[in-house]
Structures are given as C-alpha cells and as structure tokens.
C-alpha cells in the first residue's frame, strides 16, 4: 500500500509515469505527434518559432522569443541576446543550424508533461522525455534525423537524450530551448 501510494504521489508530482516506474520498470510516455490537437495557444507559439525558422533568418527567430513576458531559457546561464548566443553556437556562424535544428525537432513526436504554473507543458522531440533503452528501432532511426550516429549510440549508452529540446506551455508559453541534461 505504502509503494502504491507513494508511485501514485510520484505519478501527481510529475515524476514518474506509474507503477511501472515506482518498481523500476523504463516506462516510455505517450508520443503525440498531431500538431493540430495541440491548444490554440500552444499551435501559435510553435508556428511563431517554426516560421522563424523556416525563413532562414535567425533575427525572425527574436520575434517569438520575445513574445513571452519573460524570456525563454536558452542556456544554463542568462543569455542577454539570444540571437548573438544562437549565432556563436551554430556551426556557419549566422544561426542557421540552430533553425535546421528547430524545424528538425518540430518535425518529431512531442510529449505532454502535466502540471505546472502555465499549465502542462509540450516537449519536443519525445526523446527528451523518453528512456532511450525503450525506443524501437523506427524511434532510433528519427534519433540520427537530430544527432550524427556517434552521439545517438552515447545517447543510448547512457539512455539520457542530451540534444536540443523546446518547451512551450498549454497557455502558449515558450519555456525553453536548451540543451537537456
């Protein structure tokens, strides 16, 4: 009673996926995958940042990172321009892989963490979300879409996803566009 219990406050808090999770078990969440049955305000905030994305444009990509109140966390620590910090990351030096890196993570599953002050949150890709050891081999091929075959098979080594992941709320929130850790 006492584990059920405590799987079921777990389950409440976010942290876990059930009993399966309490008792040790790798429990893969729900993939979602249609963008149309995201809320209306969640559907504007990724159709703002893949737009921006898609022109090629990193300065487009400011326009909806400043339509929260408060800006999205883009690194560890506070990033006072987020289109010079996308730009010193990106391997052209103009942004570029950083929106190739947008439209590719948009283009894959997303999950649905429950909770939260601006409601539940929308994750993408899934695999930020997921144990890696419990992807098939269909999961594992739109892993090498993100990330070349040598960080993929660390990823799954270690069964942590440590690539780019975004994050925006049911309220239309854009929380993040980090790296996992």
């Not at 890709?125 to 081999?137: D, G, H, I, K, R």
């Not at 091929?141 to 075959?149: A, S, Y």
Request: aromatic letters at 8%; hydrophobic letters at 45%.
């Amino acid at each position: 009673m006492v584990a059920t219990m405590l799987a079921a406050c777990l389950v409440f808090a976010g942290i876990t996926n059930g009993p399966a999770a309490a008792q040790g078990q790798l429990v893969q969440p729900e993939i979602l995958r249609d963008a149309s049955k995201l809320p209306e305000a969640t559907q504007r905030m990724r159709q703002a940042i893949l737009a921006a994305a898609v022109s090629g444009d990193i300065e487009t990509l400011r326009v909806a990172s400043e339509m929260n109140e408060l800006p999205p966390v883009f690194a560890n620590s506070k990033v006072a321009d987020p289109v010079a910090f996308w730009k010193k990351l990106s391997g052209d030096g103009e942004g570029r892989e950083i929106l190739a890196a947008l439209i590719e993570i948009f283009r894959t599953g997303y999950v649905r963490k429950t909770g939260g002050k601006d409601g539940d949150l929308f994750v993408w890709p899934y695999f930020a979300e997921t144990p890696l050891q419990t992807l098939n081999s269909g999961q594992q091929v739109e892993l090498l879409t993100l990330v070349p075959p040598a960080q993929a098979a660390k990823m799954m080594e270690t069964g942590k996803y440590t690539h780019y992941r975004i994050g925006i709320s049911t309220t239309g929130v854009w929380h993040f566009f980090d790296k996992a850790e």
